[in-house]
């Protein structure tokens, strides 16, 4: 229970990675709020969270809005009095070739994934400072960052800013003891993997890769915990990825 009495608020909670991190954050001993979109599934994910004991509430709002950020916030305190870590899990994704790419998909995926990812560790750091104390802030973000994946252009830009963006927000706050770090998951089995390439070639593929599986939203979950815990206070600017070893596949001589 390395997270008891932790208040947590996870964004883009309600399936996939963002609802393996809650559930693992709820584990560990936190009480969660969760934002997403999709309104009916995060309810299902709250009473999971519920079930394991743990308090959690879903606060409705879009984590894409700058202005909707500032209050998803403001009522996250309210319901759980304060919030000492942040997974921010906002994202939105299109593939398709470079030279069909059109420009309002591209804005869109960046502002779902980079700006969004602004706006919220914004809102959640201002309350943190504000309060005093420290906190936790863990960026969701892809190997897709290092790696050029074709038909991603936007999606590869907007993980790869983000990063960034996390480093230099780890730099700012600093000195308020506020850890700012990313996970970078690699290939992660979720409803939206399915909805891209298909149940059977997921199934197909994934014993192929180095470590004889898929990743899970768990194996995210778990590595949140850990940044978001006591064990990682010495841990900041930092990107840990969980990939199983996709990213060393070519090294491996297969």
């Given at each position: 229970m390395k997270l008891l009495g932790k208040k947590a608020l996870v964004t883009g909670g309600a399936q996939g990675i963002g609802r393996g991190c809650a559930l693992e954050l709820a584990r560990a001993g936190a009480d969660v709020v969760l934002n997403d979109r999709e309104r009916t599934v995060a309810e299902a994910v709250v009473q999971e969270i519920q079930g394991l004991g743990r308090k959690a509430v879903l606060v409705a709002g879009d984590a894409f809005e700058h202005a909707s950020c500032a209050t998803i916030v403001r009522e996250a305190v309210a319901a759980l009095g304060r919030i000492d870590i942040l997974v921010s899990n906002p994202a939105f994704s299109r593939r398709e070739d470079f030279l069909k790419y059109d420009i309002e998909t591209f804005e869109k995926v960046l502002?779902?994934?980079?700006?969004?990812?602004?706006?919220?560790?914004?809102?959640?750091?201002?309350?943190?400072?504000?309060?005093?104390?420290?906190?936790?802030?863990?960026?969701?973000?892809?190997?897709?960052?290092?790696?050029?994946?074709?038909?991603?252009?936007?999606?590869?830009?907007?993980?790869?800013?983000?990063?960034?963006?996390?480093?230099?927000?780890?730099?700012?706050?600093?000195?308020?003891?506020?850890?700012?770090?990313?996970?970078e998951p690699g290939w992660i089995d979720t409803p939206g993997e399915h909805r891209t390439f298909g149940s059977e070639f997921i199934e197909k593929t994934g014993p192929t890769l180095p470590w004889g599986r898929m990743g899970t939203p768990f194996d995210i979950g778990r590595a949140a915990v850990f940044l978001a815990s006591d064990d990682a206070d010495y841990i900041t600017g930092s990107t840990l990825t969980v990939d199983g070893g996709l990213l060393l596949r070519d090294a491996l001589g297969e």
């Open positions: 502002k779902g994934t980079l700006t969004g990812g602004f706006s919220m560790s914004q809102a959640v750091a201002r309350h943190m400072v504000e309060r005093g104390g420290g906190g936790k802030i863990v960026f969701i973000s892809s190997i897709h960052a290092q790696r050029p994946y074709a038909r991603s252009v936007a999606y590869n830009a907007a993980k790869s800013g983000l990063n960034h963006l996390a480093r230099t927000i780890a730099v700012e706050l600093i000195g308020h003891r506020i850890n700012v770090n990313v996970i």
